[in-house]
Every structure is written in C-alpha cells, then in structure tokens.
C-alpha cells in the first residue's frame, strides 16, 4: 500500500533554509518505513506556501496509515515546542493543513485551500 502525506505551511521568506530542515527533521520520523519525499515551493507575494510531500510504501502489514499520521504529528509536536513563541510566529504564519491520500487528492486538496484563503496573486 502506498500512502502521500501532504503538509502545507506558510513561512516568511527571509528564513531561507528553514522549510528543508523541517523537511529532514519529519523525514527522520520515517526511517522504519520505506518512503521517498521531496519539497514543493510556490512564492505568494512576501510569503512561500510550501508543502511538504512523504510518499510512504508501507511492507509492514502491522503498521497502520494512522500509527504514521501519529508519529508524523508527534515530531510536528516536538519541532514546535522547540522552538519559542517568537521564533514559531517567524516561521509559521499558519501550519494550513495535513492531508493523507494519493498525490492526485493532495494536489486538489492544495488547490482548494489556496482558493479558500483568497485573495492571494
């Protein structure tokens, strides 16, 4: 079984770097699946949408889609409280969304977010 997990985030553009060290950081959560990952970038005005991709094969028929969504979201958990109040305000202007399905769902997904928060060129 193959699972796409889609995170979107929307960080300030001066900190360059960044998104890819949050990108290896999740990616380590990963180690005991077979996955491949990659990173999209679009620019919106001063901000970047950015979202980060995780295609998953899953061998283990134990492991459940839901076991990977909770380990996912405990290192989103510890990537945020490591950082300050101040900091995460820097980065994040909004962790939008966190989708599972297959890349086709995801993108459309992304679409449909982008189209509700509007007036966005």
């Known amino acids: 079984m193959n699972i796409n997990f889609q995170i979107i985030f929307i960080?300030?553009?001066s900190f360059g770097g960044f998104d890819q060290w949050m990108q290896n950081y999740l990616a380590d959560?990963?180690?005991?699946?077979?996955?491949?990952?990659?990173?999209?970038?679009?620019?919106?005005?001063?901000l970047s949408e950015r979202s980060i991709s995780f295609l998953v094969k899953l061998i283990d028929?134990?492991?459940?889609?839901?076991?990977?969504?909770?380990?996912?979201?405990?290192?989103?958990?510890?990537?945020?409280n490591s950082l300050s109040v101040t900091v995460i305000n820097?980065?994040?202007?909004?962790?939008?969304?966190?989708?599972?399905?297959?890349?086709k769902e995801a993108k459309l997904e992304i679409a449909e977010y982008i189209r509700k928060t509007g007036e966005r060129r």
């Open 61 to 80: 028929p134990d492991i459940t889609p839901q076991k990977i969504i909770d380990d996912l979201d405990k290192r989103l958990q510890r990537l945020l």
């Open 29 to 46: 959560g990963f180690k005991g699946y077979n996955f491949k990952n990659s990173i999209r970038l679009t620019k919106i005005e001063f």
């Open 90 to 103: 820097n980065f994040w202007k909004d962790v939008a969304s966190f989708t599972i399905g297959d890349e």
């Open 11 to 13: 960080a300030n553009d």
